[in-house]
Structures are given as C-alpha cells and as structure tokens.
C-alpha cells in the first residue's frame, strides 16, 4: 500500500472509540492505518484488538513523545506516503484524495495538509493549523485564520491551494523519501514546535510544504496538554528558540535572538503581572534556562543545515512581527496582516 495513515496513542482510547471509525470508512480502500502507542496505561490495544482488529498496531517500550513516538513508529512501515494523523482528528469523505493527488502530482512538494476546522464549532477553524502555517521574523507562529487568539470563522476566504511554511502535525501528509532525508521530527523536542521543524529543515533543502483546503477535516485540540499548562508553555518556547537556533541563517541568527531575549522576557512578565498566572512566568523563565543548557547540543545540526541550504529556497519566514500587527496595529486576521486573500 502506498499510503500510511499513522496515529500516534497515548492512553486515547476515548478518542480512539469516537474517531477512529470516520478513518477507516474514508481511508481503507486507498490506504494502510496504523495506530502506534507510546505505551499507554489505559485499554487502548486491547479495545483496537477487539473493536477494530483491520486497524494495525506498534506498540512502543515507552512514552517517546509525538516527536520520537513517530519516529521509532514510522521506522517500521513500509509506506512511500505517511500521514501523521492525531487521534482526535475526524475525517470526511475523500478528504486523503486531495492530499495525494498534489504530493504524486508535484515532486517538489515534500508536505501538505488539508483546511482544519474545529469539532466544536465546523464554521471556525481549528487554533493547531487552520488553513495553514507560518512564522514571522521572530519566529513567532501563526496561521491562515488563526493569529494568536483570534480564531476566524471558516468563511471561505482561504479556500485556495498555498504554499506555506508549516504543515500541522495534526493531520500532515508526508513523502517518507523527504521524511527521512532530513532525519525526520526532532525527537530531542519531545512535542510542540516538532512539525514547524521538520517542514523548514525541507523548505531549506528545496521543497515545498502546501495547505490543500479541498481536504477538510475537524480536530478536537488540546487533548494532550491543554492551553494554559505550564509544561505546554515550556516546551513551546524551549522548542521555538532552539528551532530558530537550528535553522536561522546566520546573519539573522544574532539579531533575532536578542529580539527574543526580550520579547520572551516581556511576556513572562506580562503573564505574571496582568494574568496573574505563575506558573506560565516559571514555565518561560525555565524555558529559556533549559535552552542555554541544551543549545550546543545542536551545533552540529545547525552546521550541516546550513551547509546543505539551498540559497535559492523560498524565504524562510514571514517580514512582518506579528507582534506589531497584532497588538500595536490591531490587525488580528491574515487577511488584514497581509492585505490580500490566498
């Protein structure tokens, strides 16, 4: 089979239970699907052995994490496509087709994703992907209807095929030959900033990463670490600084760490003065910590991404702050940020 659509398990047998059938009713016939488990300590294998025993399953010794977790999975599976689906992800009919049809089609293109919007409300987009991803010159995350908090009403407006900088891990379709010629997720990252990784390690070498919204799909979120937990919080920010680290040129690298150094700094002070939350300002604070501590260990990734760059590759991030536009200039939407639709 050519495709492999992988879900990776830690004691999600709930949405296993509730999700996983629209998976098998769309996909079967066109694809292989994979439950891979991180050792989990609900009833999650035997439930898949006894309700959906088509469904092929990787048991892992331990918790890897999404980032490693896929990895050691992916590893023993046998697929020229991957998808790397969550398990609170509900598909619809013939939503594989138009992820596959623009990777067979299109040989540059390592990575798509299809338009996600939220379980909870179909009209809206979901915070995770949206209609696709990009950073801005600091690295900062954000999406095509969805910037910081603002979340827009699914309206239409990014109905267009475009390249993007990240495809979420979400639901994010993959050529194992890319896959695995950039070493695929960063495992050391454990979870959170793992795809934006991945898919700018490719954007480097010369490919392309689309959003495709004739897919659509619907995504719980935050099943794992919900929004507001202190370990979220830090891996987000350990995770994006040593991404930048990593994959910054270097005549960006000094300059745009510095901005960090206080951007990062003005934002614990901001969760621990106006929100009053603690344990975001020790997650932040430890973060930056961890990542002073850990940053030589990946010298030797940087050397050798920047050495195989492509100096011809799309640029790298976004121009604009979006900081700036979000909060000084009060343009919330990419669509106002960007003044153009696509």
């Known amino acids: ?185 960063d495992g050391r990252f454990f979870a959170h900033n793992e795809e934006i990784d991945l898919c700018w390690r490719l954007r480097l070498i010369g490919k392309r990463i689309v959003c495709e919204p004739d897919s659509t799909v619907y995504h719980v979120g935050g099943g794992t670490l919900p929004k507001g937990n202190p370990m979220k919080t830090f891996l987000n920010f350990r995770n994006n600084l040593t991404m930048l680290y990593k994959n910054l040129p270097e005549e960006d690298l000094r300059g745009v760490m510095r901005m960090r150094w206080w951007l990062d700094y003005l934002a614990a002070f901001q969760t621990l003065v106006f929100n009053r939350n603690v344990g975001d300002f020790k997650a932040i604070y430890k973060a930056r910590k961890a990542f002073s501590q850990w940053r030589h260990e990946f010298d030797a990734d940087r050397e050798e991404i920047q050495r195989n760059r492509v100096e011809a590759a799309a640029e790298d991030r976004s121009g604009v702050s979006i900081l700036w536009q979000y909060y000084v200039c009060g343009r919330k939407t990419f669509d106002r940020i960007f003044r153009r639709k696509g």
């Open 1 to 185: 089979m050519q495709i492999a659509i992988v879900i990776l398990n830690w004691n999600g047998v709930e949405m296993l239970c509730r999700y996983l059938p629209t998976v098998l009713r769309y996909s079967l016939r066109s694809a292989d699907v994979w439950v891979a488990d991180n050792a989990s300590t609900d009833n999650s294998m035997e439930m898949l052995r006894q309700e959906f025993p088509q469904v092929k399953t990787i048991q892992l010794d331990k918790n890897y994490g999404f980032a490693e977790g896929y990895n050691r999975a992916l590893r023993q599976i046998d697929a020229e496509y991957y998808v790397l689906l969550n398990s609170d992800v509900e598909v619809t009919e013939h939503w594989l087709e138009p992820l596959y049809d623009i990777l067979k089609d299109s040989e540059d293109i390592a990575a798509c994703q299809p338009k996600l919007l939220s379980v909870a409300d179909k009209m809206r987009f979901e915070y995770a992907g949206a209609s696709g991803g990009f950073i801005d010159r600091y690295g900062y995350p954000f999406c095509r209807g969805r910037v910081f908090d603002t979340v827009e009403q699914d309206r239409g407006q990014y109905n267009t095929t475009m390249e993007i900088h990240w495809a979420t891990g979400a639901c994010l379709m993959i050529r194992a030959a890319d896959y695995w010629r950039v070493g695929g997720l």
